[in-house]
Protein backbone atom coordinates (compact mmCIF):
# COMPACT_ATOMS: atom_id res chain seq x y z
CA UNK A 1 0.00 0.00 0.00
CA UNK A 2 3.35 2.68 0.95
CA UNK A 3 4.42 1.88 -2.13
CA UNK A 4 1.05 3.05 -4.11
CA UNK A 5 0.82 5.92 -2.50
CA UNK A 6 4.65 6.52 -3.10
CA UNK A 7 3.99 5.71 -7.04
CA UNK A 8 0.84 8.59 -6.84
CA UNK A 9 3.19 10.88 -5.28
CA UNK A 10 5.95 10.71 -7.61
CA UNK A 11 4.04 10.42 -11.06
CA UNK A 12 2.71 14.46 -11.41
CA UNK A 13 6.31 15.23 -10.21
CA UNK A 14 7.57 12.50 -13.24
CA UNK A 15 5.25 13.70 -15.77
CA UNK A 16 6.66 17.21 -14.86
CA UNK A 17 9.91 16.65 -14.99
CA UNK A 18 9.85 14.49 -18.60
CA UNK A 19 8.01 17.46 -20.23
CA UNK A 20 10.55 19.75 -18.59
CA UNK A 21 13.51 17.94 -20.21
CA UNK A 22 11.43 17.31 -23.54
CA UNK A 23 10.89 21.57 -23.75
CA UNK A 24 14.19 22.07 -22.89
CA UNK A 25 15.51 20.05 -26.25
CA UNK A 26 12.55 21.07 -27.86
CA UNK A 27 13.56 24.96 -27.68
CA UNK A 28 17.28 24.47 -27.17
CA UNK A 29 17.86 26.74 -29.69
CA UNK A 30 16.65 29.68 -28.36
CA UNK A 31 17.93 28.95 -24.74
CA UNK A 32 21.02 27.90 -25.49
CA UNK A 33 21.88 29.24 -28.72
CA UNK A 34 21.81 32.40 -30.32
CA UNK A 35 18.10 32.29 -31.36
CA UNK A 36 15.31 34.11 -29.31
CA UNK A 37 11.88 32.86 -29.52
CA UNK A 38 10.72 36.16 -31.63
CA UNK A 39 10.04 35.27 -35.08
CA UNK A 40 10.15 38.14 -37.58
CA UNK A 41 9.90 39.25 -41.60
CA UNK A 42 7.65 37.13 -43.69
CA UNK A 43 7.82 33.85 -40.47
CA UNK A 44 4.19 33.07 -40.13
CA UNK A 45 4.95 34.01 -36.40
CA UNK A 46 5.59 37.38 -37.01
CA UNK A 47 3.15 39.03 -34.80
CA UNK A 48 5.80 38.23 -32.42
CA UNK A 49 8.19 41.47 -32.60
CA UNK A 50 4.87 43.19 -34.51
CA UNK A 51 2.41 43.38 -32.17
CA UNK A 52 3.36 41.17 -28.78
CA UNK A 53 6.69 42.19 -27.98
CA UNK A 54 5.77 45.63 -28.20
CA UNK A 55 2.69 45.53 -25.68
CA UNK A 56 4.68 43.64 -23.22
CA UNK A 57 7.36 46.49 -23.38
CA UNK A 58 4.41 49.13 -22.30
CA UNK A 59 3.39 47.38 -19.99
CA UNK A 60 6.67 46.52 -18.19
CA UNK A 61 7.31 50.45 -18.68
CA UNK A 62 4.03 51.34 -16.96
CA UNK A 63 5.17 49.26 -14.19
CA UNK A 64 8.81 50.50 -14.11
CA UNK A 65 7.09 54.59 -14.19
CA UNK A 66 4.54 53.77 -11.54
CA UNK A 67 1.83 54.74 -14.03
CA UNK A 68 0.46 50.65 -14.58
CA UNK A 69 -3.76 50.81 -14.79
CA UNK A 70 -6.53 48.80 -15.85
CA UNK A 71 -6.94 50.94 -18.79
CA UNK A 72 -4.57 52.36 -20.97
CA UNK A 73 -5.40 54.27 -24.37
CA UNK A 74 -1.30 55.19 -25.61
CA UNK A 75 -2.04 52.20 -28.34
CA UNK A 76 -2.84 53.83 -31.75
CA UNK A 77 -6.03 56.20 -31.33
CA UNK A 78 -6.52 54.45 -27.99
CA UNK A 79 -7.83 50.96 -27.83
CA UNK A 80 -7.20 50.00 -24.51
CA UNK A 81 -5.31 46.83 -24.57
CA UNK A 82 -4.38 45.98 -21.72
CA UNK A 83 -6.89 43.44 -21.24
CA UNK A 84 -6.00 41.59 -23.86
CA UNK A 85 -2.32 40.96 -21.78
CA UNK A 86 -2.60 41.50 -18.42
CA UNK A 87 -3.71 38.20 -16.47
CA UNK A 88 -1.76 35.10 -17.95
CA UNK A 89 -0.03 34.29 -14.77
CA UNK A 90 2.81 32.89 -17.25
CA UNK A 91 3.06 36.72 -19.00
CA UNK A 92 2.99 37.77 -15.07
CA UNK A 93 6.35 36.52 -14.38
CA UNK A 94 7.60 38.19 -17.82
CA UNK A 95 6.50 41.42 -16.43
CA UNK A 96 8.10 41.13 -13.17
CA UNK A 97 11.17 40.02 -14.91
CA UNK A 98 11.19 42.77 -17.21
CA UNK A 99 9.84 45.40 -14.49
CA UNK A 100 12.92 44.22 -12.34
CA UNK A 101 15.71 44.01 -15.24
CA UNK A 102 14.46 45.91 -18.02
CA UNK A 103 11.96 45.85 -20.94
CA UNK A 104 15.52 44.90 -23.03
CA UNK A 105 15.33 41.43 -21.90
CA UNK A 106 11.39 40.46 -22.68
CA UNK A 107 12.46 39.04 -25.77
CA UNK A 108 14.94 36.63 -23.85
CA UNK A 109 12.34 35.14 -21.35
CA UNK A 110 9.49 34.26 -24.01
CA UNK A 111 10.85 30.82 -24.16
CA UNK A 112 10.98 29.91 -21.18
CA UNK A 113 6.70 31.63 -20.84
CA UNK A 114 6.12 28.23 -23.30
CA UNK A 115 8.24 25.84 -21.24
CA UNK A 116 5.95 26.97 -18.03
CA UNK A 117 2.70 26.36 -19.75
CA UNK A 118 3.95 23.22 -21.37
CA UNK A 119 4.89 21.36 -17.56
CA UNK A 120 1.40 23.27 -15.93
CA UNK A 121 -0.60 21.62 -19.46
CA UNK A 122 0.35 18.41 -18.17
CA UNK A 123 0.84 17.91 -14.71
CA UNK A 124 -2.69 19.58 -14.67
CA UNK A 125 -4.01 17.04 -17.08
CA UNK A 126 -2.47 14.81 -14.75
CA UNK A 127 -4.83 15.63 -11.70
CA UNK A 128 -7.82 15.88 -14.00
CA UNK A 129 -7.25 11.82 -15.20
CA UNK A 130 -6.89 11.01 -11.32
CA UNK A 131 -10.41 11.79 -11.23
CA UNK A 132 -10.85 8.73 -12.91
CA UNK A 133 -10.00 5.02 -12.35
CA UNK A 134 -6.66 5.27 -14.71
CA UNK A 135 -3.20 3.55 -13.96
CA UNK A 136 -0.35 5.74 -12.72
CA UNK A 137 1.56 4.16 -15.86
CA UNK A 138 -1.44 4.96 -18.72
CA UNK A 139 -2.14 8.86 -16.16
CA UNK A 140 1.58 9.91 -16.86
CA UNK A 141 2.06 8.51 -20.86
CA UNK A 142 -1.28 10.36 -21.43
CA UNK A 143 -0.63 13.67 -19.75
CA UNK A 144 2.87 13.52 -21.12
CA UNK A 145 0.82 14.20 -24.17
CA UNK A 146 -0.95 16.55 -23.32
CA UNK A 147 1.40 18.96 -22.16
CA UNK A 148 3.17 18.24 -25.77
CA UNK A 149 0.00 18.29 -27.91
CA UNK A 150 -0.51 20.10 -31.49
CA UNK A 151 -2.35 23.18 -30.44
CA UNK A 152 -0.29 24.43 -28.02
CA UNK A 153 2.99 23.62 -29.88
CA UNK A 154 1.17 25.83 -32.44
CA UNK A 155 -0.53 28.38 -30.96
CA UNK A 156 1.80 28.75 -27.79
CA UNK A 157 3.43 30.78 -30.29
CA UNK A 158 0.54 32.91 -30.43
CA UNK A 159 1.43 34.44 -26.96
CA UNK A 160 -2.69 35.35 -26.23
CA UNK A 161 -3.30 31.42 -27.03
CA UNK A 162 -1.23 29.21 -25.17
CA UNK A 163 -2.70 29.30 -21.46
CA UNK A 164 -5.60 27.92 -22.62
CA UNK A 165 -4.78 24.74 -23.03
CA UNK A 166 -3.78 24.86 -19.25
CA UNK A 167 -7.15 26.49 -17.83
CA UNK A 168 -9.15 23.98 -19.56
CA UNK A 169 -8.39 20.64 -17.60
CA UNK A 170 -8.23 22.59 -14.81
CA UNK A 171 -11.91 23.86 -14.94
CA UNK A 172 -12.93 19.74 -16.12
CA UNK A 173 -11.13 18.97 -12.10
CA UNK A 174 -12.87 21.66 -10.73
CA UNK A 175 -15.82 19.91 -12.19
CA UNK A 176 -14.57 16.54 -11.41
CA UNK A 177 -14.02 17.80 -7.94
CA UNK A 178 -16.98 19.53 -7.42
CA UNK A 179 -19.18 16.15 -8.59
CA UNK A 180 -17.46 13.61 -6.43
CA UNK A 181 -18.31 15.85 -3.27
CA UNK A 182 -21.11 16.33 -4.09
CA UNK A 183 -21.73 20.07 -3.16
CA UNK A 184 -20.06 23.92 -3.29
CA UNK A 185 -16.59 23.39 -4.21
CA UNK A 186 -15.01 27.02 -4.17
CA UNK A 187 -12.23 26.28 -6.68
CA UNK A 188 -14.21 25.90 -9.06
CA UNK A 189 -15.09 29.51 -9.02
CA UNK A 190 -11.82 30.38 -8.63
CA UNK A 191 -11.21 28.53 -11.42
CA UNK A 192 -14.07 30.37 -13.34
CA UNK A 193 -12.57 33.35 -12.56
CA UNK A 194 -8.82 33.10 -13.55
CA UNK A 195 -10.56 31.94 -17.14
CA UNK A 196 -12.60 35.62 -17.17
CA UNK A 197 -10.12 37.62 -16.20
CA UNK A 198 -7.57 35.70 -18.66
CA UNK A 199 -9.47 36.23 -22.01
CA UNK A 200 -13.10 36.73 -22.70
CA UNK A 201 -12.66 35.69 -26.42
CA UNK A 202 -11.12 32.07 -25.46
CA UNK A 203 -13.20 32.13 -21.97
CA UNK A 204 -16.59 32.23 -23.72
CA UNK A 205 -15.35 29.05 -26.22
CA UNK A 206 -14.45 27.12 -22.78
CA UNK A 207 -17.49 28.41 -20.89
CA UNK A 208 -19.79 26.50 -23.75
CA UNK A 209 -17.66 23.57 -23.88
CA UNK A 210 -18.15 23.36 -19.78
CA UNK A 211 -21.77 23.73 -19.43
CA UNK A 212 -22.04 20.65 -22.42
CA UNK A 213 -19.73 18.94 -20.58
CA UNK A 214 -21.37 19.14 -16.97
CA UNK A 215 -24.29 18.45 -18.55
CA UNK A 216 -22.92 15.21 -20.42
CA UNK A 217 -21.18 13.84 -16.80
CA UNK A 218 -24.51 14.28 -14.79
CA UNK A 219 -26.31 12.58 -17.85
CA UNK A 220 -24.32 9.65 -17.62
CA UNK A 221 -23.82 9.48 -13.80
CA UNK A 222 -26.27 6.44 -13.10
CA UNK A 223 -25.86 6.26 -9.13
CA UNK A 224 -27.54 9.82 -9.09
CA UNK A 225 -31.40 10.27 -8.57
CA UNK A 226 -32.80 12.54 -10.81
CA UNK A 227 -33.09 15.26 -7.77
CA UNK A 228 -29.28 14.74 -7.00
CA UNK A 229 -28.89 15.59 -10.74
CA UNK A 230 -30.86 19.15 -11.01
CA UNK A 231 -29.30 19.88 -7.58
CA UNK A 232 -25.89 19.40 -8.41
CA UNK A 233 -26.53 21.15 -12.09
CA UNK A 234 -27.85 24.47 -10.08
CA UNK A 235 -24.45 24.40 -8.14
CA UNK A 236 -22.12 23.86 -11.09
CA UNK A 237 -23.65 26.45 -13.81
CA UNK A 238 -24.49 29.13 -10.41
CA UNK A 239 -20.33 28.62 -9.71
CA UNK A 240 -19.81 29.10 -13.39
CA UNK A 241 -21.96 32.29 -13.04
CA UNK A 242 -20.51 33.60 -10.06
CA UNK A 243 -17.07 33.06 -10.92
CA UNK A 244 -18.01 35.07 -14.10
CA UNK A 245 -19.28 37.82 -12.10
CA UNK A 246 -16.14 37.67 -10.01
CA UNK A 247 -14.28 38.70 -13.55
CA UNK A 248 -16.79 41.36 -14.64
CA UNK A 249 -13.85 44.07 -14.40
CA UNK A 250 -12.11 43.04 -17.26
CA UNK A 251 -14.54 40.60 -19.04
CA UNK A 252 -17.33 43.69 -19.38
CA UNK A 253 -14.73 45.87 -20.90
CA UNK A 254 -13.12 43.34 -23.66
CA UNK A 255 -16.38 42.17 -24.40
CA UNK A 256 -17.72 45.47 -25.91
CA UNK A 257 -13.89 45.97 -27.35
CA UNK A 258 -14.34 42.40 -29.47
CA UNK A 259 -17.99 42.50 -29.80
CA UNK A 260 -19.17 46.41 -29.48
CA UNK A 261 -16.81 48.50 -31.55
CA UNK A 262 -14.68 46.28 -33.03
CA UNK A 263 -14.94 45.38 -36.62
CA UNK A 264 -13.73 42.00 -36.08
CA UNK A 265 -17.44 40.49 -35.59
CA UNK A 266 -18.69 42.24 -38.10
CA UNK A 267 -20.70 40.03 -41.17
CA UNK A 268 -22.16 40.49 -44.48
CA UNK A 269 -24.72 37.57 -43.90
CA UNK A 270 -27.38 37.57 -41.69
CA UNK A 271 -27.40 35.08 -38.41
CA UNK A 272 -30.09 32.85 -40.13
CA UNK A 273 -27.83 32.73 -43.62
CA UNK A 274 -25.06 32.21 -41.46
CA UNK A 275 -26.15 29.25 -39.39
CA UNK A 276 -27.25 27.29 -42.46
CA UNK A 277 -23.84 28.31 -44.16
CA UNK A 278 -22.02 26.42 -41.30
CA UNK A 279 -24.14 23.02 -42.11
CA UNK A 280 -22.81 22.79 -45.30
CA UNK A 281 -19.69 20.48 -46.05
CA UNK A 282 -16.00 22.75 -46.48
CA UNK A 283 -14.13 22.42 -49.57
CA UNK A 284 -12.87 18.90 -50.79
CA UNK A 285 -9.37 20.53 -50.52
CA UNK A 286 -10.42 21.66 -46.66
CA UNK A 287 -10.78 18.04 -45.89
CA UNK A 288 -7.48 17.11 -47.43
CA UNK A 289 -6.04 18.93 -45.04
CA UNK A 290 -8.18 17.98 -41.99
CA UNK A 291 -6.81 14.63 -42.76
CA UNK A 292 -3.29 14.89 -42.44
CA UNK A 293 -3.52 17.57 -39.41
CA UNK A 294 -4.27 14.20 -37.28
CA UNK A 295 -0.86 12.61 -38.36
CA UNK A 296 1.44 15.78 -38.03
CA UNK A 297 0.87 19.82 -37.88
CA UNK A 298 3.66 20.40 -40.63
CA UNK A 299 2.81 17.96 -43.52
CA UNK A 300 1.60 21.05 -44.97
CA UNK A 301 4.48 23.04 -44.51
CA UNK A 302 5.09 26.38 -42.88
CA UNK A 303 5.17 30.08 -43.96
CA UNK A 304 8.88 30.32 -45.06
CA UNK A 305 10.63 32.23 -47.40
CA UNK A 306 13.08 29.45 -49.60
CA UNK A 307 14.72 31.26 -52.19
CA UNK A 308 12.14 33.47 -52.72
CA UNK A 309 9.05 31.39 -52.49
CA UNK A 310 7.01 31.10 -49.66
CA UNK A 311 5.74 27.30 -48.81
CA UNK A 312 2.18 26.59 -47.18
CA UNK A 313 -0.49 24.30 -49.01
CA UNK A 314 -3.12 24.05 -46.25
CA UNK A 315 -6.23 25.24 -46.63
CA UNK A 316 -5.81 28.93 -44.87
CA UNK A 317 -2.31 29.19 -42.85
CA UNK A 318 -0.24 27.34 -40.62
CA UNK A 319 -2.39 28.68 -37.59
CA UNK A 320 -5.43 29.11 -38.60
CA UNK A 321 -6.06 25.69 -40.15
CA UNK A 322 -7.49 22.92 -37.42
CA UNK A 323 -4.76 22.01 -34.96
CA UNK A 324 -5.78 18.12 -34.50
CA UNK A 325 -2.14 16.36 -33.66
CA UNK A 326 -2.56 14.32 -30.08
CA UNK A 327 0.48 12.20 -31.19
CA UNK A 328 0.85 9.41 -33.58
CA UNK A 329 -0.51 6.69 -30.25
CA UNK A 330 -4.23 8.64 -30.47
CA UNK A 331 -4.33 7.86 -33.93
CA UNK A 332 -3.67 3.93 -32.98
CA UNK A 333 -5.93 4.11 -29.80
CA UNK A 334 -8.87 5.71 -31.38
CA UNK A 335 -9.22 3.14 -34.05
CA UNK A 336 -8.47 0.42 -31.39
CA UNK A 337 -11.71 2.37 -29.13
CA UNK A 338 -14.11 2.82 -32.57
CA UNK A 339 -13.60 -1.16 -33.04
CA UNK A 340 -13.78 -2.14 -29.35
CA UNK A 341 -16.25 0.21 -28.22
CA UNK A 342 -19.25 -2.14 -29.43
CA UNK A 343 -17.20 -4.93 -27.12
CA UNK A 344 -17.06 -3.31 -23.77
CA UNK A 345 -18.72 -3.91 -20.67
CA UNK A 346 -20.55 -0.89 -20.81
CA UNK A 347 -24.96 -0.81 -20.60
CA UNK A 348 -26.65 0.42 -23.38
CA UNK A 349 -26.96 3.55 -22.50
CA UNK A 350 -23.66 4.00 -21.79
CA UNK A 351 -22.47 2.48 -25.50
CA UNK A 352 -25.14 5.12 -26.71
CA UNK A 353 -23.53 7.60 -24.91
CA UNK A 354 -20.32 7.18 -25.99
CA UNK A 355 -21.21 6.59 -29.58
CA UNK A 356 -23.19 10.10 -29.76
CA UNK A 357 -19.95 11.66 -28.19
CA UNK A 358 -17.89 10.12 -30.77
CA UNK A 359 -20.56 11.60 -32.98
CA UNK A 360 -20.47 14.66 -31.74
CA UNK A 361 -16.40 15.03 -32.23
CA UNK A 362 -16.93 14.54 -35.87
CA UNK A 363 -19.15 16.52 -36.03
CA UNK A 364 -17.18 19.83 -34.70
CA UNK A 365 -14.10 18.62 -36.60
CA UNK A 366 -15.91 17.83 -39.81
CA UNK A 367 -18.85 20.76 -40.19
CA UNK A 368 -17.89 24.72 -39.95
CA UNK A 369 -20.49 25.01 -37.53
CA UNK A 370 -18.73 24.74 -34.42
CA UNK A 371 -16.11 27.42 -35.35
CA UNK A 372 -18.85 29.57 -35.82
CA UNK A 373 -20.19 29.50 -32.86
CA UNK A 374 -16.79 29.53 -30.40
CA UNK A 375 -15.94 32.58 -33.12
CA UNK A 376 -19.14 34.74 -31.31
CA UNK A 377 -21.61 33.38 -34.63
CA UNK A 378 -19.23 36.12 -37.01
CA UNK A 379 -17.60 33.82 -38.85
CA UNK A 380 -16.05 29.89 -38.74
CA UNK A 381 -12.18 30.05 -37.04
CA UNK A 382 -10.41 26.77 -36.62
CA UNK A 383 -9.14 28.25 -33.03
CA UNK A 384 -11.43 26.22 -31.10
CA UNK A 385 -9.47 22.62 -31.89
CA UNK A 386 -7.74 23.19 -27.86
CA UNK A 387 -11.26 22.18 -26.71
CA UNK A 388 -11.16 18.80 -28.63
CA UNK A 389 -7.22 18.13 -27.06
CA UNK A 390 -8.38 16.38 -23.51
CA UNK A 391 -10.98 14.52 -25.39
CA UNK A 392 -9.17 12.75 -27.58
CA UNK A 393 -6.81 12.08 -24.59
CA UNK A 394 -9.53 10.66 -22.56
CA UNK A 395 -10.23 8.31 -25.34
CA UNK A 396 -6.39 7.41 -25.62
CA UNK A 397 -6.63 6.74 -21.36
CA UNK A 398 -9.48 4.96 -22.00
CA UNK A 399 -8.80 2.64 -24.49
CA UNK A 400 -4.70 2.29 -22.65
CA UNK A 401 -6.74 0.93 -19.70
CA UNK A 402 -9.10 -1.31 -21.46
CA UNK A 403 -6.27 -2.85 -23.42
CA UNK A 404 -4.17 -3.79 -20.30
CA UNK A 405 -6.55 -4.27 -17.54
CA UNK A 406 -9.48 -6.00 -19.42
CA UNK A 407 -7.16 -7.29 -22.61
CA UNK A 408 -9.97 -5.87 -24.74
CA UNK A 409 -8.11 -5.02 -28.42
CA UNK A 410 -9.14 -5.49 -31.82
CA UNK A 411 -6.96 -6.66 -34.74
CA UNK A 412 -8.59 -5.35 -37.07
CA UNK A 413 -8.19 -1.67 -35.60
CA UNK A 414 -4.17 -2.03 -35.32
CA UNK A 415 -4.57 -3.47 -39.33
CA UNK A 416 -6.60 -0.19 -39.71
CA UNK A 417 -4.28 1.96 -38.04
CA UNK A 418 -0.83 0.44 -39.16
CA UNK A 419 -2.58 0.58 -42.55
CA UNK A 420 -3.20 4.80 -42.11
CA UNK A 421 0.10 5.52 -41.17
CA UNK A 422 1.70 3.92 -43.95
CA UNK A 423 -0.32 5.82 -46.27
CA UNK A 424 0.07 9.30 -45.02
CA UNK A 425 3.85 8.33 -45.24
CA UNK A 426 4.09 7.61 -48.56
CA UNK A 427 1.35 9.81 -49.99
CA UNK A 428 3.18 13.00 -47.95
CA UNK A 429 6.71 12.14 -48.62
CA UNK A 430 7.30 13.52 -51.86
CA UNK A 431 5.43 16.93 -51.10
CA UNK A 432 7.05 17.82 -47.74
CA UNK A 433 9.68 20.83 -48.74
CA UNK A 434 11.81 20.65 -46.16
CA UNK A 435 14.27 18.20 -45.12
CA UNK A 436 13.94 18.35 -41.46
CA UNK A 437 9.81 17.72 -41.84
CA UNK A 438 10.60 14.51 -44.06
CA UNK A 439 12.80 13.59 -40.97
CA UNK A 440 10.05 13.97 -38.66
CA UNK A 441 7.10 12.50 -41.04
CA UNK A 442 9.52 9.32 -40.97
CA UNK A 443 10.30 9.57 -37.36
CA UNK A 444 6.26 9.49 -36.57
CA UNK A 445 5.95 6.83 -39.04
CA UNK A 446 8.34 4.58 -37.56
CA UNK A 447 7.55 4.84 -33.61
CA UNK A 448 3.86 4.54 -34.81
CA UNK A 449 4.35 1.28 -36.28
CA UNK A 450 6.49 -0.03 -33.28
CA UNK A 451 3.60 1.32 -30.93
CA UNK A 452 1.16 -0.85 -32.50
CA UNK A 453 3.62 -3.92 -32.33
CA UNK A 454 4.00 -3.27 -28.68
CA UNK A 455 0.63 -2.39 -27.36
CA UNK A 456 -0.29 -6.23 -29.48
CA UNK A 457 2.36 -7.09 -27.34
CA UNK A 458 0.79 -5.98 -24.09
CA UNK A 459 -2.79 -6.96 -24.85
CA UNK A 460 -1.39 -10.58 -25.13
CA UNK A 461 0.94 -10.41 -22.05
CA UNK A 462 0.04 -10.87 -18.70
CA UNK A 463 3.65 -11.47 -17.03
CA UNK A 464 4.10 -7.91 -15.08
CA UNK A 465 7.72 -8.09 -15.50
CA UNK A 466 7.43 -8.21 -19.35
CA UNK A 467 4.57 -5.73 -19.05
CA UNK A 468 6.39 -3.16 -17.22
CA UNK A 469 9.33 -3.33 -19.89
CA UNK A 470 6.87 -2.79 -22.24
CA UNK A 471 5.37 0.38 -20.79
CA UNK A 472 8.57 1.57 -20.60
CA UNK A 473 9.47 1.17 -24.60
CA UNK A 474 5.78 2.42 -25.01
CA UNK A 475 6.63 5.68 -23.16
CA UNK A 476 10.03 5.85 -25.02
CA UNK A 477 8.25 5.55 -28.63
CA UNK A 478 5.75 8.02 -27.36
CA UNK A 479 8.68 10.45 -26.07
CA UNK A 480 10.25 10.03 -28.80
CA UNK A 481 7.28 11.45 -31.39
CA UNK A 482 6.31 14.20 -29.74
CA UNK A 483 10.05 15.54 -29.21
CA UNK A 484 10.08 14.82 -32.84
CA UNK A 485 6.78 16.75 -33.61
CA UNK A 486 7.55 19.51 -31.28
CA UNK A 487 11.01 20.65 -32.76
CA UNK A 488 9.78 20.57 -35.70
CA UNK A 489 8.18 23.93 -35.08
CA UNK A 490 11.76 25.48 -34.18
CA UNK A 491 13.09 24.04 -37.82
CA UNK A 492 13.05 26.53 -40.62
CA UNK A 493 12.24 29.78 -39.20
CA UNK A 494 12.99 33.33 -39.46
CA UNK A 495 14.33 34.69 -35.82
CA UNK A 496 15.27 37.53 -33.98
CA UNK A 497 18.93 36.86 -33.07
CA UNK A 498 20.14 37.88 -29.88
CA UNK A 499 23.37 39.14 -31.17
CA UNK A 500 21.23 41.47 -33.60
CA UNK A 501 23.13 44.74 -32.34
CA UNK A 502 21.47 47.07 -34.62
CA UNK A 503 18.09 45.61 -33.72
CA UNK A 504 18.34 46.39 -30.14
CA UNK A 505 20.55 49.95 -30.34
CA UNK A 506 17.74 51.14 -32.82
CA UNK A 507 15.31 50.45 -30.39
CA UNK A 508 16.84 51.49 -27.72
CA UNK A 509 18.22 54.35 -28.96
CA UNK A 510 19.71 56.92 -27.01
CA UNK A 511 18.72 60.03 -29.13
CA UNK A 512 14.74 59.06 -29.60
CA UNK A 513 15.05 58.93 -26.02
CA UNK A 514 16.52 62.00 -25.67
CA UNK A 515 14.17 63.29 -27.93
CA UNK A 516 11.40 62.59 -26.16
CA UNK A 517 12.44 63.65 -22.75
CA UNK A 518 13.06 67.45 -24.20
CA UNK A 519 9.10 67.22 -25.93
CA UNK A 520 7.69 66.13 -22.48
CA UNK A 521 10.18 68.67 -20.55
CA UNK A 522 9.61 71.39 -23.25
CA UNK A 523 5.65 71.02 -24.23
CA UNK A 524 3.28 70.17 -21.08
CA UNK A 525 -0.11 69.84 -23.63
CA UNK A 526 -1.39 66.72 -24.89
CA UNK A 527 0.01 66.08 -28.42
CA UNK A 528 1.09 62.96 -30.79
CA UNK A 529 4.41 62.28 -31.90
CA UNK A 530 4.97 60.70 -34.92
CA UNK A 531 7.42 58.77 -36.72
CA UNK A 532 8.73 58.90 -40.41
CA UNK A 533 11.05 55.17 -40.21
CA UNK A 534 10.47 52.11 -38.45
CA UNK A 535 12.85 50.10 -36.21
CA UNK A 536 11.47 47.74 -33.46
CA UNK A 537 8.35 46.69 -35.66
CA UNK A 538 5.83 48.12 -38.58
CA UNK A 539 3.57 49.81 -36.99
CA UNK A 540 4.32 50.00 -32.66
CA UNK A 541 7.39 51.54 -32.48
CA UNK A 542 5.79 53.35 -29.72
CA UNK A 543 4.34 51.30 -27.44
CA UNK A 544 8.24 50.28 -26.51
CA UNK A 545 10.07 53.67 -27.18
CA UNK A 546 7.34 55.93 -25.14
CA UNK A 547 5.33 57.91 -27.48
CA UNK A 548 2.03 58.85 -27.81
CA UNK A 549 1.15 58.09 -31.58
CA UNK A 550 -1.56 57.16 -34.03
CA UNK A 551 0.62 54.17 -35.85
CA UNK A 552 -0.72 50.61 -34.39
CA UNK A 553 -0.95 46.58 -35.47
CA UNK A 554 -4.71 45.87 -34.01
CA UNK A 555 -6.97 42.91 -35.16
CA UNK A 556 -9.65 44.47 -32.97
CA UNK A 557 -9.64 47.76 -34.16
CA UNK A 558 -12.42 50.11 -33.39
CA UNK A 559 -14.56 49.78 -36.81
CA UNK A 560 -15.54 53.69 -36.69
CA UNK A 561 -11.83 54.57 -36.54
CA UNK A 562 -11.66 51.81 -39.65
CA UNK A 563 -14.35 53.67 -41.24
CA UNK A 564 -12.86 56.86 -40.75
CA UNK A 565 -9.28 55.94 -42.10
CA UNK A 566 -11.11 54.08 -44.89
CA UNK A 567 -13.32 57.23 -46.60
CA UNK A 568 -10.56 60.21 -45.37
CA UNK A 569 -7.07 58.42 -45.44
CA UNK A 570 -6.94 55.00 -46.92
CA UNK A 571 -3.21 55.00 -47.50
CA UNK A 572 -2.96 55.16 -43.67
CA UNK A 573 -3.46 51.11 -44.04
CA UNK A 574 -0.27 49.23 -44.59
CA UNK A 575 -0.79 46.37 -46.27
CA UNK A 576 -4.22 45.44 -44.77
CA UNK A 577 -7.31 47.29 -42.60
CA UNK A 578 -5.18 45.78 -39.19
CA UNK A 579 -1.95 47.81 -39.89
CA UNK A 580 -2.24 51.68 -39.27
CA UNK A 581 1.08 53.37 -40.28
CA UNK A 582 1.80 57.08 -40.27
CA UNK A 583 4.80 56.38 -42.57
CA UNK A 584 2.55 55.72 -45.54
CA UNK A 585 0.92 59.79 -45.59
CA UNK A 586 3.35 61.60 -43.59
CA UNK A 587 3.20 63.87 -46.26
CA UNK A 588 -0.32 65.20 -45.09
CA UNK A 589 0.18 67.02 -42.44
CA UNK A 590 -3.38 68.02 -42.37
CA UNK A 591 -4.30 64.51 -41.35
CA UNK A 592 -1.31 65.23 -38.74
CA UNK A 593 -3.56 68.34 -37.59
CA UNK A 594 -6.62 66.87 -37.83
CA UNK A 595 -5.34 63.80 -34.97
CA UNK A 596 -3.13 65.95 -33.29
CA UNK A 597 0.17 64.83 -34.11
CA UNK A 598 2.42 68.17 -33.51
CA UNK A 599 6.18 66.46 -33.69
CA UNK A 600 7.57 64.05 -36.13
CA UNK A 601 10.53 62.44 -35.49
CA UNK A 602 12.98 61.57 -38.15
CA UNK A 603 16.65 59.99 -39.33
CA UNK A 604 16.89 62.80 -42.03
CA UNK A 605 15.01 60.57 -44.95
CA UNK A 606 15.64 56.71 -45.67
CA UNK A 607 17.84 56.30 -48.62
CA UNK A 608 14.81 54.20 -49.80
CA UNK A 609 12.32 56.56 -48.47
CA UNK A 610 13.56 59.85 -49.74
CA UNK A 611 10.93 62.70 -48.37
CA UNK A 612 10.44 66.45 -48.63
CA UNK A 613 9.57 67.94 -45.27
CA UNK A 614 8.38 71.26 -46.79
CA UNK A 615 5.09 71.13 -44.53
CA UNK A 616 7.36 70.76 -41.17
CA UNK A 617 9.98 72.76 -40.07
CA UNK A 618 13.28 71.81 -38.00
CA UNK A 619 12.79 71.91 -34.68
CA UNK A 620 16.02 70.47 -32.74
CA UNK A 621 18.12 68.06 -33.25
CA UNK A 622 19.67 64.78 -31.05
CA UNK A 623 22.36 63.13 -32.43
CA UNK A 624 20.86 61.41 -35.58
CA UNK A 625 17.32 62.30 -34.81
CA UNK A 626 15.72 65.27 -36.09
CA UNK A 627 12.69 66.58 -34.42
Known sequence: MQEILIGKKRAPFLTGLLLLASALFIYRCYIFGDELWVFVGLDIGSDTVQQYLQHYHTIVSHIREGTFTFWDFNNGFGTNMFNLNMFDPTLMIIYALGAVFGPEHIAWYLVYMQVIRIVLAGIVFYHYLSCFSFSEKTKCIVSYIYGLNGFLMVWGQHYQFGMAVVYLPLLLWA????????????????????????STYLGYMMFVCLGFYILVRLFGMQEQMARGKWRMLGILYGSML???????????????????????????????ARLGHSLLPYTPHHYKVLFYKFFSSYLEGLTQVTENNIFYTGSTNYYEDPNLFCSTLFLVMGCQYVCCLPRMSLSRKQKGLRFGLLGLLAFCTALPFTGLV???????????????????????????????????????????????????CISKYPSVVFLSHKRNLLILTVTGVLMIIILLC?????????????????????????????????????????????????LYDADVQKALAWLEEKDPEFYRVEKDFDVGSICMDSLAQGYRGVSTYNSTINRYILDFTANLYPDFWSGDKNHYRFRMIKEEHEFADLCGIRYLLSRGGEENDPFDKKDYRLVKEFGKIQV
Not at 469 to 493: K, Q
Request: hydrophobic share 50%.
Open 175 to 198: VERCLRRQRFHAPMVLAVWLVTVY
Open 242 to 272: LGIGMGAVTMFPTAFTIFGISGRMESQRSLP
Open 374 to 424: MNGFASTINRHTFLMMPFFCLIMAQMLHTLIQKKLYSRLGFAGAFLLIIFV
Open 458 to 506: LGMCRKKRTQTGLWAALFCLVIANMVSEGYTSTLERLTLRKDNAQYWGD
